[in-house]
């Protein structure tokens, strides 16, 4: 099947996947002067943006080397996320796209978090919802075929990292980030296209009925795909 055109015939282009959605959150927090983090920039290749006019500082942090070349900044740090090198409450604003299922140690990572951010700062995400089909598909299988099967997808496979989804339901989100210092300004979950399932017509047809009985009622809202979330950092 042509999955651009399947797309298109049942979905508008914001309603394909939640990187506009976390885009204009984003862009709604972001403000001229501001100190902002890409916590999990990567390359720069996979979530156009472009701050580096408006703000003081965009600064990306990743363990991938590439994050250093990364044109969307104007410093990239190659560093773990629970140990980035910049002094206490140095960033106004800090967004993490698909990184939270990656993380294994929440408390340390979140700790972190707390120390870079400035008192009423922001921290964005958006992240799976470990009880979606897509990541309990994901937890019971290896890395090795989440890497081969993204890149049938077109995705290089060195953009597949290891997930643990410790960070990845509501519950989760809201237990972890108030033990250190953070209150919830706006939490999330958004069903969108089912881009995993655009090999063939039957799977995509059964991804767009689930989309449409998920997005139905808020009582189906945990079965969701996406969490997008903004919390605030207390004082």
Not at 63 to 68: F, Q, T
Not at 85 to 110: I, K, M, N, Q
Not at 222 to 230: D, S, T
Request: proline share 6%; glycine share 8%; hydrophobic share 35%.
């Amino acid at each position: 099947m042509d999955a651009d055109k399947a797309k298109a015939r049942f979905y508008r282009p914001d309603q394909c996947n939640n990187d506009i959605v976390f885009l204009q959150m984003i862009e709604a927090a972001v403000k001229p002067g501001m100190r902002v983090l890409d916590a999990g920039a990567g390359a720069g290749d996979l979530f156009p943006y472009n701050f580096k006019d408006t703000v003081e500082e965009m600064v990306g942090a990743d363990l991938d080397p590439r994050v250093e070349e990364n044109p969307r900044l104007h410093r990239g740090i190659k560093c773990d996320l629970a140990e980035i090198p910049c002094e206490d409450e140095t960033f106004d604003l800090v967004f993490s796209r698909y990184v939270l299922e990656h993380v294994a140690d929440p408390d340390g990572f979140l700790k972190e978090m707390a120390r870079i951010i400035k008192p009423g700062g922001s921290l964005l995400f958006l992240t799976p919802n470990k009880w979606h089909y897509v990541s309990l598909g994901a937890r019971l299988t290896p890395n090795g075929f989440h890497g081969w099967y993204n890149k049938l997808r077109g995705r290089d496979e060195e953009d597949t990292f290891p997930t643990v989804y410790k960070l990845n339901s509501i519950s989760d989100c809201r237990r972890e980030f108030d033990k250190v210092g953070f209150d919830e300004t706006e939490l999330v979950m958004r069903e969108c296209c089912p881009n995993y399932l655009t090999f063939s017509w039957p799977t995509f047809l059964v991804g767009v009925a689930y989309e449409r009985l998920v997005n139905s009622s808020a009582l189906f809202k945990g079965l969701r795909v996406n969490l997008l979330g903004h919390y605030t950092k207390r004082g």
